[in-house]
């Protein structure tokens, strides 16, 4: 399984994880075979990317998700709720806020082993409900690798799922422009962090520090940060590992106006924010529990061969095993076997493959083999 651009896809590939429209609507399901409708229809979507298998490159194990698609689901309903209730000037639901946190800790401490080995895919309109659940997500894992006990996690928890609740409050057409603000646009995006909180701490069941999430999310370590410029540890410590998951989940996503980073890019890019913008203990704490080259991802080894990951320690995430598909100038090898990569202290792995790079490999390896046979699919009428 790989991700692949929308402007990559191609006819007969088949779609290795299904897409969810945030009220659980399928809008393709996994094992579909993509063709030219479907491919137009991600394109009007906004959808830039899609995981797809392949057969080619040998067999893969299933990479499990660090919590279930129904908690997923689940989570990104009752978000999607809360802030509908908001809008038709209800009361958000908070107990199901509450029970969705508890749920997702469930799983998170019964699955701590696992590494984050991929980002969601979502279309535009939903990205405010798959953002707060996965901002949710990475504090929490950050919580845990912290050593958090329950009672810290859940108050983390709940100022994580509502970090960005005041966006409700602002104009939504400035919330969804797909582009850069204006001056003046940024200053009334900034009031959602002050918004955010004069909300929650209206609810006598969300603690003020859960309110200080969405008020200090923004504020960043070297004082640079708004709406009030704290610095360092004036500002609370779930406010300070937020802002790194916040930053670590936008960066992961596509947005309209560009695509997403893939993974170690972002963790460049947030490790080179450390002791600026985040606390560099936050930092590592939430990048212990990412796959810099995940499994399904192509990279090429210090001798210029190129390779598949195919397994991914915790332990040793720069060295998982990887699978020889091809020499340096890119020709598929006759036979394919496996490098540990732990086990060797003389190769390693200097890079991802850029999409570009990546498309040609697949190509060549295609090619060999002839195409794909065409499937029959089962997919939502949205398609
Ligand atoms: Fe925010």
Redesign the pocket.
């Known amino acids: 399984m790989y991700r692949v651009g929308v402007d990559f896809l191609q006819d007969g590939m088949q779609v290795a994880r299904s897409i969810y429209r945030s009220d659980g609507r399928v809008l393709l399901a996994a094992g579909t075979r993509l063709n030219k409708r479907y491919i137009k229809r991600l394109h009007e979507l906004g959808i830039r990317s899609v995981y797809v298998r392949n057969d080619e490159l040998g067999p893969l194990d299933p990479v499990p998700d660090i919590v279930s698609e129904q908690t997923r689901l689940e989570s990104l309903q009752a978000v999607r709720e809360g802030f509908n209730s908001l809008e038709n000037k209800r009361r958000i639901n908070m107990a199901a806020i509450r029970q969705t946190v508890d749920n997702l800790i469930d799983e998170l401490l019964a699955n701590s082993e696992v590494l984050i080995n991929c980002s969601d895919i979502r279309s535009y309109d939903d990205y405010t409900f798959h953002h707060s659940v996965n901002v949710c997500i990475l504090a929490l894992m950050t919580g845990i690798t912290l050593g958090y006990h329950q009672l810290r996690l859940k108050e983390l928890g709940v100022g994580a799922l509502l ?2 609740v ?2 409700i409050r602002i104009d939504q057409e400035i919330i969804c422009k797909p582009g850069p603000l204006t001056p003046e646009e940024f200053e009334q995006v900034k009031e ?2 002050r918004q ?1 909180f004069e909300i929650l701490r209206t609810y006598d069941e969300v603690g003020l520090l859960s309110a200080h999430v969405a008020f200090q ?2 504020e960043r370590w070297d004082g640079r940060g708004y709406p009030r410029g704290l610095v360092g540890r004036k500002i609370h410590e779930y406010a300070r590992i937020v802002a790194v998951a ?1 930053v670590f989940d936008a960066l992961s996503a596509d947005r309209p106006y560009r695509r997403a980073c893939p993974v170690h890019e972002v963790v460049n890019l947030i490790r080179s924010m450390s002791g600026t913008s985040f606390d560099p203990q936050y930092v590592e704490a939430l990048l212990a529990n990412v796959a810099i080259f995940p499994v399904g991802s192509l990279v090429v080894l210090s001798t210029g061969d190129i390779g598949l990951v195919v397994d991914v320690d915790r332990n040793a995430p720069t060295r998982p095993v990887v699978r020889h598909l091809a020499d340096r100038n890119m020709n598929p090898v006759p036979k394919r076997h496996e490098i540990r990569l732990q086990n060797l202290s003389t190769v390693y792995i200097s890079r991802a493959l850029s999409e570009t790079e990546t498309a040609k490999v697949l190509k060549r390896i295609a090619l060999k083999k002839g195409p794909p046979a065409l499937e029959v699919s089962q997919t939502s009428s949205d398609m």
Request: charged share 30%; hydrophobic share 10%.
């Open positions: 970090h960005d005041g966006k959602h962090a955010g999310h923004h916040d």
